[in-house]
């Protein structure tokens, strides 16, 4: 039968899987931002003050190399089955966190559940692709938005609460009940009915992507932290793996099931999506790492006020993306991401207006015209991107695409981080050099949102007839 239009929302029939895949969601919007505000007590009780980067470094790595094997993995064997590992992974990584001796261990656990969220965050995504039309996700989108919103309020509250009135521990096993029930309604909720055939699993594929997307990440996220950028240690790193990553496309063309096929590269609509969420990601990290040091070195304000900013970003993002289904259906999704990425270039330009004198309420401004821009832009490219391939590329694709987002965050971690140290030259921080070196990081930004704009240019109009499509069969 032929799913209806108005027939959307949490308490339709399809309604428990997508509460399934929001709680899921959940596990890690909040888990991306509930460490942050612990890392203090962490380290006050089991050590390692110059090793807590690793807990978010490695968790990003492990997240975004998994990512496009999780896509294939969809595609072959379905979604359910994949995301049961993923909730599976993320609550044994959580529980190993949760009872983590020292700072070393601590670290590894992340990978674990970094793994867990590599599955969890491309599939939950894939599976609305799948159960909703793309007019339909124009609402659907505004639930999973929610999702992140709350998601940026909740995570550091929660974790500044366990820390300092019960225990930083708890900030991991909390996720141990989410895990669980998340798990649940997806194995009773969620039924997919796919022809799957003799699937063939590429290894040779996967093992070259991970080991060489490892090595360049890796390279990316510590060169110019743990070691020299022209040091043998990061030669060896980044060559070993830009080594691997030139090996995998010939090794792609003689399988029959390549792990990432090289036609995602092919097509000017993925080409173009792809490239706006490396934007996205590099945006993001720049705002995220450097507005907050800002507020308090230079404009010297406390914590909590300069986390206000980054919040009017956080929470920018998902009230516009939750309207974007409107826009684009209103003027197709070339013109949605037009509107976005011009939105963000507009407000990364305002930053450069901001000084040793500038208020708080200025800089929260400012980034809150990002973070609109960011809504009109992330989702409404990826469904486009979803919806002109069929149920067994969606994984791929959506995947494609949330790998490169995380791609540019390591690139930006890199590029601006190599901006401010060239700058402040020490760890003496003087807020007039770290006042040039934000303003050269804005000018980055800047930049990257120029790019942004022509890549959104570069949308086929034909991506617009997407949404006239007729809705899934149920």
């Known amino acids: ?40 007590s962490i380290v006050q009780d089991i050590g390692g003050f110059t090793e807590f980067p690793w807990l978010f470094s490695v968790y990003l790595l492990a997240q975004a190399v998994s990512v496009p094997i999780y896509g294939k993995l969809n595609d072959l064997f379905g979604r359910k089955p994949v995301i049961l590992w993923g909730i599976g992974l993320f609550l044994l990584g959580s529980i190993l966190c949760g009872i983590a001796w ?3 261990p601590l670290i590894i656990f992340r990978v674990v559940q970094g793994l867990g969220a590599g599955a969890i965050a491309p599939t939950t995504i894939t599976i609305i692709g799948d159960i909703y039309s793309v007019r339909e996700r124009a609402k659907v989108q505004g639930y999973v938005a929610s ?16 820390s300092e ?7 991991f096993l909390v996720n141990i009940p989410l895990c669980l029930l998340a798990g649940a309604m997806i194995f009773t909720k969620f039924h997919e009915r796919a022809d799957r055939g003799h699937p063939v699993i590429d290894y040779r594929g996967a093992a070259l992507l991970t080991v060489g997307l490892t ?3 890796l390279g990316v996220l510590e060169g110019g932290q743990a070691w020299a950028w022209t040091s043998a240690t990061s030669l060896l790193v980044l060559g070993g793996g830009l080594t691997l990553l030139i090996v995998f496309p010939f090794v792609e ?30 945006i993001l990290l720049g705002l995220s790492s450097y507005v907050p040091v800002y507020m308090q070195e230079v404009l010297g304000y406390g914590p909590l006020v300069a986390g206000f900013a980054l919040a009017a970003l956080t929470l920018g993002w998902p009230i516009s993306a939750s309207q974007a289904g409107k826009v684009y259906l209103r003027v197709g999704f070339r013109m949605c991401a037009l509107i976005g990425t011009s939105l963000a270039l507009g407000g990364s330009a305002l930053l450069l207006l901001l000084g040793e004198g500038s208020s708080v309420w200025a800089v929260g401004a400012y980034c809150l015209v990002i973070g609109l821009g960011m809504g009109l832009t992330a989702a409404p490219t990826l469904i486009a991107a979803q919806s002109s391939v069929g149920w067994s590329e969606r994984g791929v694709v959506t995947a494609n695409n949330i790998f490169l987002r995380s791609l540019g965050s390591a690139l930006g971690a890199a590029v601006f981080g190599a901006i401010a140290n060239a700058i402040i030259g020490g760890d003496q921080v003087d807020p007039g050099l770290l006042t040039t070196a934000v303003h050269r990081i804005f000018i980055g930004l800047v930049l990257v949102a120029v790019v942004m704009v022509g890549l959104a240019a570069l949308i086929p109009r034909s991506a617009d007839e997407a949404y006239k499509q007729p809705a899934p069969v149920a």
């Open 253 to 282: 063309r003689r399988v029959p099931a390549p792990v990432l096929p090289l036609w995602v590269f092919q097509r000017r609509l993925l080409v173009s999506s792809g490239a706006l969420a490396v934007g996205v990601g590099a």
């Open 147 to 162: 999702v992140w919103g709350i998601s940026s309020v909740v995570g550091p509250t929660l974790g500044g609460v366990f």
């Open 165 to 171: 009135y019960v225990d930083w521990r708890w900030i």
């Open 102 to 104: 020292s700072i070393v």
């Open 1 to 40: 039968m032929t799913v209806q239009e108005n027939n959307v929302g949490l308490r339709s029939e399809r309604g428990p899987v997508l509460a399934a895949v929001m709680l899921s969601t959940a596990l890690i919007a909040i888990d991306s931002t509930i460490i942050a505000t612990a890392v203090p």
């Open 215 to 217: 090595l360049v990440i």
